[in-house]
């Protein structure tokens, strides 16, 4: 707690709250607690920056104004100062990427908009602990999180309950024998003076000690003018490798020339020469005499050592020389790198270089001996690359010169794992064996020879958060034991009944159990709680946070609702009187009643709550917590209930980082939000339903601005048509849901709901928001534009109540709203999750045929109205059309389908296309159609993949005329025709129509139908309404007219308000001046009973009325009633 939460916090936690709010609705008694985390280095360390900036630059400080830099928006005063950038990695990583780009922690403190006065508190590292936790849970109110605040706390000593939890858990892990004190090799940093755990870094987490083999090859003398004075001692250049069984193919060593190097003096007497990045790492790993401290002999760089004869253990050859190699990195190993061509393809490349270029060896002063007469020896048998796995790799991939990285790179991946599982060695003592079974066999015997020693560094570049460059060390320590055989064992079987939701989850969980040995728990700087048996170190960050959630469960009997503990107790109970015994009274069923003043009741309160909440249904977290803090849990809550296997843990929901706007969130990009900030920029019911539409597995997730504002309008829409509904229920339909679109609509709802819920169970809250949201509101508008005789009330009042209920574990706000303006009296939290029908399959197959009928006749229509090639002209647009339906597919496509069903009954899988093309070869009968057999293949194949094998079924499961006739006036409207007719596709007279028409494929043939255009005016002043020129066809109606004019002018509500007049004398009637006040003067009602008839050529319109006939001429009057 060193700043405000921010949006990837944020990510995390919001899987714990939607899943708490879904499981309320399923009827489950639900505790989301949330605790505040400030053990550990960060806040100590930014405080203690703080003081030495009013030491160094007075209060408030004055920076040299050449060294300020510019301030940052940063919301998080995590920074102690500027910390180097993973190169690695190539990004920052997560601390340095909070820190903003401001070098100074009083910069970082004023972006916060805090006065110097108020900054000038922070160098007191308590005073942290009152200001953000606060800022925290009130950015977390604001969000609407579900957590009972009673319960939270913060960690450290600070918390007297707290730190008596802690003490009491480790006291039993170290009784227990979980607990160790000796050396080992960890990850230091040399200006905190303690270990440097995960939680400690600004680079590097999750990364821990390499171990190397450190080969020593002696320099024979003469030595060198630079290196005289070393004259008779043993002076070794020392190359860290992790292939000590290819050191019997040395053939020179590898120097950079213009690196710097240094000869430092070792506890024994000898010298080493290497960089001094990897001394400093050696004097901390017990080599030289003080620990800590390397004693210089001497700098060089590589050139003062190139053409040095040296002594390298197992090579066959009396002396190798160092030669130049330009591309040795010097944050890796020691610079000096020993070079077996026959095996490292980029040994290969560059000793050829130097062979085959005299110019090359004249520059660095290389003369032929040095390198002429060395040439790749044969050491390990490779299978597919002979005994020279180097030199074939580089010669199969064409490797021209060291120069040609990717294709380096490729040979190594090629070659180096090759080698080590099925490569035998060809000489040494171990000769005949596989490389894998004695490769620790030849490093042994070459640490005993005292040819080599034990080596260890960092396996990338490790930045502690005081800016610090961090070693291996060998240090006293406590440590827990995590290679224990028998707590690893327990923690493989909470493992197999963990739900991990993921398998890269699990196999993550599995391969960090796999190597993980011991872990530090103990340091002597920053916040924390102190060991119980060995004050003078602290509890590290990830060891007093394993089992902090047994501690929800009473923490709000013991603290009083306050943060730190220091308020009176529910329950009267101090700090002081919460022993070790009571401690396992409370959390272990066997334990007996303690002796102790705290009334039993109190304590079996206590007792109760912990049985009835315990274990954890569900921990979130980020996913590079797996191989330390999660791992963690699981060990720790084995070894504090081995017996009691209810009180482990049950499932770990672990999920990606968090971009914004798909780049990494960075506070000295401006590519950052904080929580706050989310809030006030998208609202809390805004910002949440991003975060669930961010993404569900491990991978990065990603919160799109663009995204979150078009949910905002998703919301805003919702609400607004939800009011719009509510405020005209009447102008819905009534009576039973019993139409074809209602029954569909009914079906898609109970689908809607069933989905959703299994992606809840799932947590996956994306695919509940696409099942729960957007194709919930999809189905909802598909309803609406299909129910021509409009919606039914009872149903859409069904799925308001049911959209807001499924939506409200992620956008509570909203759905609280809705919820009250449906009338409901208790709050849509003490709801329940609605309970979903019968879905109807066969019945939302058919749904989905219509839909894609309209589209298909939809684009024919698009595609018939486009010019001809060339022309400029639109064609006519088409008044009606045709539908053909096929029951059963073409003779040639029917026998295709049988064949690929009885393929694939035989096989179990669908046939390939070549053994499906020789039995179609032997169908004479299919013969005429040999161009369209493997196609129409094909498509099936791919049908298949979509919809499984019912895309080989001859026939539908429901009748398509049947569905087409239900939807005639959707279809008609939608194509914006005046009339359809369905017919099946034997009665097609084109044979096209015939050939290609089949179940689920209807065709749709257009035509055009002659009309006459009639003006139809409206007399009626101050309307709005004017002139409608309408074409009138043969046959129309009344109706049909009334629809065809409210098509033409949107001012016309409703097609049912439209009166239709004719004029009396239907020559001189138009011609005459209307009565102002009679619009109906003049004019006579057309009968909805009359029918049009034209004449198309003449241009005339008559009606037809009780068998009367009578020319109604080309203009005619109208109504808006």
Known sequence: MNGQLHLGHTFSLSKCEFAVGYQRLRGKVCLFPFGLHCTGMPIKACADKLKREMEDFGFPPQFPLEEETSLSTSSSAASVQEVPIDKAKGKKSKAAAKTGSSKYQWNIMRSLNLKDDDIARFADPHHWLGYFPQLAKDDLKKMGVKVDWRRTFITTDANPYYDSFVRWQFLRLKERNKIKFGKRYTIYSPLDDQPCMDHDRSTGEGAGPQEYTLIKMRAIEPFPQKLKVLAGRAVFLVAATLRPETMYGQTNCWVRPDMKYIAFELANGEVFVCTQRAARNMAYQGFTKTNGKVDVLMHLTGQDILGIALKAPLTSFQAIYTLPMLTIKEGKGTGIVTSVPSDAPDDFAALRDLQKKQPLREKYGIKDEMVLPFNPVPIIEVPGFGNLSAVTACEQLKVQSQNDKEKLTEAKERVYLKGFYEGVMLVGSYAGQKVQDVKQLIKEQILDANEAVVYKEPEKQIISRSGDECVVALCDQWYLDYGETAW??????????????????????????????????????????????????????????????????????????????????????????????????????????????????????????????????????????????????????????????????????????????????????????????????????????????????????????????????????????????????????????????????????????????????????????????????????????????????????????????????????????????????????????????????????????????????????????????????????????????????????????????????????????????????????????????????????????????????????????????????????????????????????????????????????YRSEASVPVLFVNPQPCSGHFQLTVPILEGDTVMKIAYRMWKLDRLIKNPNSLKLLRYEDSVMGPRQVPVFGEPEAGKLSIPESAVFTIDAEKKTVCLVNNGATLDIGLQMAYLVV
Request: net charge negative; proline share 5%; charged share 25%.
């Open 488 to 1005: 690893k064992q327990i923690t493989a079987e909470s493992l197999k009944q963990l739900e991990t939701f993921a398998d890269d989850v699990r196999k993550n969980f599995e391969a960090t159990l796999d190597w993980l040995h011991e872990h530090a728990c103990s340091r002597s700087y920053g916040l924390g709680t102190k060991l119980p048996w060995d004050p003078q170190y602290l509890i590290e960050s990830l060891s007093d946070s394993t089992i902090y959630m047994a501690f929800y469960t009473v923490s709000h009997l013991l603290q009083g609702g306050v943060f730190d503990g220091h308020s009176a107790s529910p329950l009267h109970i101090s700090p002081q009187q919460m022993t070790p015994e009571v401690w396992d009274f409370v959390f272990f069923k066997e334990a007996p009643f303690p002796r102790t003043d705290v009334p039993k009741a109190a304590l079996l309160k206590m007792r109760s709550e912990f049985e009835f909440w315990y274990g954890v249904d569900l921990r979130v977290s980020g996913k590079d917590l797996i191989p330390n803090h999660l791992t963690y849990y699981l060990y720790n809550h084995c070894a504090i209930w081995p017996e009691d296997r209810s009180k482990w843990p049950k499932a770990v929901r672990a999920n990606g980082h968090l971009l914004l706007n798909s780049e990494k969130m960075s506070k000295s990009t401006g590519n950052f939000l904080t929580l706050q900030e989310a809030i006030e920029k998208y609202s809390a019911d805004g910002m949440r339903l991003s975060l669930a539409d961010a993404g569900d597995t491990i991978e990065d997730a990603n919160f799109v601005e663009t995204m979150a504002d078009a949910g905002i309008l998703r919301i805003y829409t919702l609400l607004e048509w939800t009011k719009e509904i509510l405020a005209n229920t009447e102008s819905l339909r009534s009576g039973p849901a019993d139409t074809y679109n209602d029954k569909v609509f009914i079906s898609e709802m109970n689908k809607g709901i069933i989905e959703t819920a299994q992606h809840y169970d799932r947590l996956m809250f994306k695919e509940a928001l696409r099942t729960g949201f957007f194709e919930f509101q999809a189905a909802r508008d598909r309803y609406r534009e299909l129910c021509t005789e409009g919606m039914n009330r009872d149903l859409v009042l069904r799925f308001i109540e049911q959209q807001v209920l499924i939506l409200s574990p992620i956008c509570p706000h909203i759905c609280e709203h809705i919820w009250k303006r449906l009338g409901k009296l208790n709050s849509i939290m003490r709801a329940s999750w609605p309970v979903a029908g019968a879905v109807d399959n066969v019945l939302l197959a058919s749904s989905s045929y219509l839909m894609d009928a309209a589209h298909s006749f939809r684009l024919r229509l698009k595609n018939l109205c486009q010019p001809a090639k060339g022309k400029k002209i639109l064609p006519e647009k088409p008044t009606n059309g045709t539908i053909y339906v096929a029951k059963t597919y073409p003779m040639w496509q029917n026998k295709i389908l049988i064949l690929l069903k009885s393929l694939h009954d035989k096989s179990g899988v669908m046939p390939d296309n070549k053994e499906v093309s020789v039995q179609l070869k032997n169908m004479p009968e299919l013969k005429k159609y040999t161009k369209k057999l493997m196609p129409f293949v094909q498509a099936v194949k791919e049908n298949v993949e979509v919809q499984g094998l019912k895309a080989l079924n001859l026939t539908l499961d429901f009748d398509e005329l049947v569905v087409l006739q239900e939807n005639i006036v959707y279809l008609t409207n939608t194509l914006e025709l005046e009339g359809l007719v369905l017919k099946s596709c034997v009665e097609a007279e084109d044979v096209k129509i015939q050939e290609e028409c089949c179940p689920g494929k209807p065709i749709i043939a």
